[in-house]
């Protein structure tokens, strides 16, 4: 998969999820840092995630939205949704993502629920299990949706027809 160049991409929309004050002790007290997480995408299929560390806010959500954009990937949509049931694992973090008929809705908690507005997902169900860190579940989730497959390459990979994939007779005699 090539590098995806994020100025062709348009309008990126960025959602911060989480943010973390980190205390580093030394000699004369502690000294403070924020940690940032980011997902950015196009909302027609691109999605990047990435974590920024600074002195204050605003440059580690700015250095968090720089690492998402260098790590953009395209994920596959069909009608709103996914195109198949996938699992995402990331340490002890698992995602279990499931598509949905139109008008379900976004049946998905905290970062899970960002990552898939931002991407463009309109309808989806989807349950973390394992680890609650917001950082493991990002990572769960853009892992899952990574390994998803559309039809074409599918039928490019494998010579069947869609109809064939899912089992559909042949109609020739």
């Known amino acids: 998969m090539g590098k995806i160049d994020p100025e062709s991409l348009g309008i ?3 959602k911060v999820i989480h943010i973390n004050r980190v205390a580093k002790v030394v ?6 840092s924020f940690s940032a997480l980011v997902v950015l995408g ?3 299929g691109h999605v990047g995630f990435g974590k920024g560390k600074a ?3 605003p440059e580690a959500i700015r250095k968090a939205i720089e690492q ?3 790590a953009l990937v395209k994920v596959p949509i069909k009608d709103g949704t996914i195109p198949h049931q996938i699992n995402g ?3 002890a973090g698992k995602i279990v993502i499931l598509p949905a008929k139109p008008g379900t809705g976004l049946i998905a908690g905290g970062p899970v ?4 507005e931002v991407v463009g997902i309109r309808n989806i169900v989807a349950k973390s299990i394992g680890s609650k860190n917001p950082f493991n579940t990002i990572r769960a989730t853009i892992n899952g949706l990574v390994k998803l497959k559309d039809a074409k ?5 494998t010579g069947k027809s869609e109809e064939r994939q899912r089992g559909a007779p042949n109609e020739s005699p």
């Open 113 to 116: 629920r960002a990552v898939m």
């Open 27 to 32: 000699k004369g007290g502690r000294r403070f």
């Open 89 to 91: 694992i990331y340490g």
């Open 68 to 70: 998402a954009k260098r």
């Open 55 to 57: 002195k204050e806010v």
């Open 42 to 44: 196009d909302e027609n």
């Open 153 to 157: 390459s599918v039928e490019r990979r």
């Open 12 to 14: 990126l929309k960025d």
